[in-house]
Each structure stands twice: as structure tokens, then as C-alpha cells.
């Protein structure tokens, strides 16, 4: 099962985090994998991973420029025979209320998590509908379907991003092109631990505590946990499965409404 041998997958935001962990099952199950991510420790990450028969390459790209994406998106093709899979994970946050969001704030986190998301949907589809197949999984959020307090543009980002999700599903039915979304609550990533060594000096252990605590299950996720639904929905196992968001929340979303 799960067997992605003679496939290709781009995963945006590749280098860290959820992304690092989809990299890394992805090509144990024998995917190709082309990372694009705005940072080259990416590399490091491909170096400590590697093993015989991985198929990685790094591609440093901006999502948010769409004349860049094109060209990368041409590069893989070139490098790999085509285009399977397309993974949108890049995001960025952007914690606030309204009141507490300027325009460049507003502006910067829309033009990663949805433009972004964006230019790399509009650079796949063409080669998807040329070859009749294709599987497209985006990164939302439980904030697309929850109030979640301090989160207003982060918010509306992932909302656009499940509404994306339908349209493509929709659109694309006679192409053989799937497309979902996950919609994770918190997972334990090095943007956490960031967060709380930035706002909380000192004081770090005590409020990852408390926001664990929120998740019904009684922890945050792991970036594996992530990458596991993942693999899943990418696969020929899941070929009946398009135009669904699925939450990895710890009972977030069902047991905290």
C-alpha cells in the first residue's frame, strides 16, 4: 500500500515543519520529491534524510511570485518526466486581532498563504489535464472552520484556502484531478516553539503546556501525524476521496463545539 514508486510531488514550504515531515515519507515510499521553499537550509534537510533510492531536490522559490513558480514548475518537469502530486503547505501566520492588523500584515500573509497557494495550483493544472490525472492536497486549518482568538488574517488565509479546495475538486472532475485539504489544529513545529521563545521568555514549558491542554486529546500533533494523512490522501488508496476537508484537530473542532 502507499506506494508512490514513479511519481513525482512537489511540496511547497518543504524545508521545515510539516512540510520536512511530508518530505521525508514521501520519499520513503518511493516518491520523487521536489521541495520549493524560500529558505536553502532546505539542503540540510536533504543531506540528513537521504538514503539509497531517495529522489530529492531542492528548488528555492518564492510561492508568492508567480513568474518564479512557473520556472521552477518547468524545472521539475524537466528534471523529473512531470507533475503527480502537488502539495501546498507554505503558509506563514500572522497573529492579531482586526483591530491589530495593518494592510502590510494583512497583505504579506495573503500573499504566501493564498496567492502562493494560487500561483502553484495555475502552474500544475495545465500539465494535470494534459496527462488525464493528478492529486492536489492544500494545507488549511481548523481556523477555516473555528473562531480561533488573535488569528483574524490567518484565519480568512485558510478559509480561502478550503473554498479553493472545493472549486478545484469541482472544476477538475473530467481531468481525473482530486483535490483536499487538511485542516490541522496545533502541531508541535519549530514555529512553536519560535512563538514561545519570542513572547515567552522563561516561560515557555509552562504556556506550550497550557496550549496543548486545548486540544481534547490532551497534546498538539506531530508533524509525522500530518504527513501520515497525507501520504493517504495522495494515494491510489484514496482514489474515491476528492473535494474534502479533513481535520487532524485531537477532537478540536467536534468536542470543543
Known amino acids: 500500500m502507499f506506494n508512490f514508486k514513479g511519481k513525482t510531488v512537489i511540496i511547497t514550504g518543504g524545508g521545515s515543519g510539516i512540510g520536512a515531515a511530508m518530505v521525508t515519507r514521501f520519499a520513503q515510499q518511493g516518491a520523487a520529491v521536489a521541495i520549493f521553499d524560500i529558505n536553502p537550509n532546505a539542503q540540510d534537510l536533504i543531506s540528513e534524510i537521504s538514503q539509497p533510492g531517495f529522489s530529492i531536490k531542492y528548488y528555492e522559490v518564492n510561492v508568492a511570485d508567480q513568474l518564479a513558480v512557473k520556472q521552477a514548475v ?3 518537469v524537466g528534471d523529473f518526466g512531470g507533475i503527480d502530486i502537488l502539495i501546498n503547505n507554505a503558509g506563514v501566520s500572522q497573529i492579531g486581532r482586526l483591530d491589530q492588523t495593518q494592510e502590510k500584515d494583512f497583505d504579506r500573509v495573503f500573499d504566501v498563504n493564498v496567492k502562493g ?7 500544475v493544472i495545465e500539465q494535470m ?11 488549511a486549518s ?3 472552520t473555528l473562531g480561533i482568538p ?3 488574517a490567518y484565519s480568512a488565509t485558510k478559509g480561502a484556502i478550503r473554498s479553493m479546495t472545493f472549486s478545484v ?8 484531478i482530486r483535490c483536499n485539504c487538511i485542516s490541522p489544529a496545533r502541531v508541535h513545529t519549530p514555529f512553536v516553539d519560535d512563538y514561545l521563545k519570542k513572547n515567552y521568555p522563561g516561560k515557555e514549558q509552562e504556556v506550550y503546556d497550557q ?8 497534546r498538539m500533533g506531530q508533524p509525522e501525524e500530518i504527513a501520515n494523512l497525507a501520504i493517504y ?16 484537530d485531537g477532537g478540536f473542532i467536534k468536542l470543543n463545539t
Do not use: W
Open 74 to 76: 518547468k524545472h521539475v
Open 117 to 123: 497557494a494560487y500561483n502553484c495550483l495555475f502552474a
Open 129 to 139: 489535464m494534459a496527462q488525464k490525472s493528478g492529486v492536489i492536497l492544500n494545507m
Open 142 to 144: 481548523i481556523a477555516a
Open 150 to 152: 488573535d488569528r483574524f
Open 169 to 176: 475538486a469541482k472544476d477538475y472532475l473530467d481531468f481525473n
Open 211 to 218: 496550549l496543548a491542554a486545548t486540544q481534547p486529546i490532551g
Open 233 to 248: 490522501l495522495c494515494s491510489d488508496e484514496a482514489a474515491f476521496i476528492t473535494g474534502t476537508d479533513y481535520p487532524i
